[in-house]
């Protein structure tokens, strides 16, 4: 079973930057799209950015202009640059993978933005 590691969180001062990196333990054939979630305390999980296997992006509009979304569909690699952090920015972040066959999830790693 193929597993999604995350990395990248940590603790940050408002203003801050932090990239955030995905990568799959095995190949996923046919991807047809990456995504980061955020989920902050008390909160549902919400989508962040999206990105399809033809490198379209989309983002939500509390973070559009300030985050990045990348993905290398061969290394089944996926990157989320967080620029210009706000405390609200706060959560646990989780990559998705979507291919033909099956989803995949990481377990999430911590975002932390001080104010």
């Known amino acids: 079973q193929v597993q999604l590691v995350e990395s990248g969180g940590g603790l940050v001062q408002a203003g801050g930057s932090l990239r955030l990196s995905c990568v799959a333990s095995g190949t996923i054939p046919s991807i047809n799209s990456m995504a980061w979630y955020r989920q902050a305390p008390g909160k549902e999980r919400e989508l962040v950015a999206s990105i399809s296997h033809d490198g379209r992006a989309n983002y939500a509009g509390a973070v559009k202009g300030r985050f990045t979304i990348s993905g290398d569909n061969a290394k089944t690699t996926v990157y989320l640059h967080l620029n210009s952090l706000k405390p609200e920015d706060t959560g646990v972040y989780y990559c998705?993978?979507?291919?033909?066959?099956?989803?995949?999830w990481g377990q999430g790693t911590q975002v932390t933005v001080s104010s």
């Open positions: 998705k993978i979507v291919s033909s066959y099956s989803e995949f």
